[in-house]
């Protein structure tokens, strides 16, 4: 069973004082109460809060800052994202958002991505998780919304999204990207827990 494996792998116990919620884009497994702080949620045993060196030397971080130093070019560029590539249980890639200034690296904002080459089982896959969600997460307020990517002057590229928003403001989303070829990016399902701070700058620019 995955989920017991990698409660075994990441040495959490049931009898643990801190419990750790696991997200993937199967189960949405608690322990065993509902959390209200979105460091108590993990994607692929990384959480908000820790430092990107614990689980990357400093010499792959800055590789990552070189390589995505036009990221985020039309805002003042105050966080950059490190990737993860393969080699994970769940997600094909996983999205790390960090301050560029920050010599600690702490994680801002994780985005785990599944890629998906058709729109509709991206969206089935969504809806599936969704429904999870809406049980596990009564107390938060839901958002859902679709728009047109604004990075893709064509206007062909979609994204939906579903937002649950913790009282902190802190953020964890389902979302599917059906981009056009004009975008570098695939398309698929991220799905994503985010820092207050970091998705309040994100969406002022």
Known sequence: MQILEMLIKNNFSLFSVRFKIIISFLFFYILPVS???????QIEGMSIGDSL?????????LREFEIG?????????????????GGMNLYDN???????KDNNYIIYAITGQ????????????????DSEFKYTFKNL???????KHS???????????????????DIIEIVCFDLSKNMKQPSGL????????????????
């Open 190 to 205: 991220d799905i994503g827990i985010k820092s207050w701070e970091y998705y309040n700058w994100l969406n002022n620019f």
């Open 151 to 169: 990075q893709d002057k064509t206007n062909k590229s979609h994204i939906y999204r579903i937002e649950y928003e913790f009282k902190t403001k």
């Open 53 to 61: 060196l614990n689980y990357f030397d400093k010499d792959y971080i």
């Open 94 to 100: 996983v999205k790390f958002s960090v301050k560029r």
């Open 114 to 129: 599944i890629t998906y080459n058709n729109i509709n089982d991206c969206l089935n896959k969504q809806k599936e998780i």
């Open 69 to 85: 130093k036009d990221e985020y070019g039309w805002t003042d560029q105050k966080f950059t994202d490190v990737y993860k590539y």
């Open 35 to 41: 959390a209200d702080n979105i460091s108590e949620f």
């Open 141 to 147: 307020k839901r958002y859902k919304y679709d728009h």
